[in-house]
């Protein structure tokens, strides 16, 4: 699961990429959300185990974060 936090509704994308950001691995949510926090499902039980980037993307700036996932 990945977190979320608005500030606002807005439409949102949100993409998983490899661990160099060139390669878009996932695309795990496109659309509106509410303003404050969620979750958003993401099932990483295909992905190999290393590092991969979460993208939030918002019409005003995106946003970027580590993810490791492991077995």
């Not at 608005?6 to 695309?27: F, H, K, T």
């Not at 290393?50 to 492991?70: C, I």
Request: hydrophobic share 45%.
């Amino acid at each position: 699961m990945i977190g979320v936090s608005l500030p606002e509704a807005q439409s949102i994308s949100l993409m998983v990429y490899d661990m160099y950001g060139s390669r878009r691995v996932a695309r795990v949510f496109e659309g509106n959300r509410e303003a404050g926090r969620s979750v958003v499902k993401f099932d990483a039980s295909s992905f190999s185990s290393g590092m991969y980037y979460a993208v939030l993307q918002t019409l005003t700036q995106a946003v970027n974060r580590l993810m490791v996932v492991g077995r």
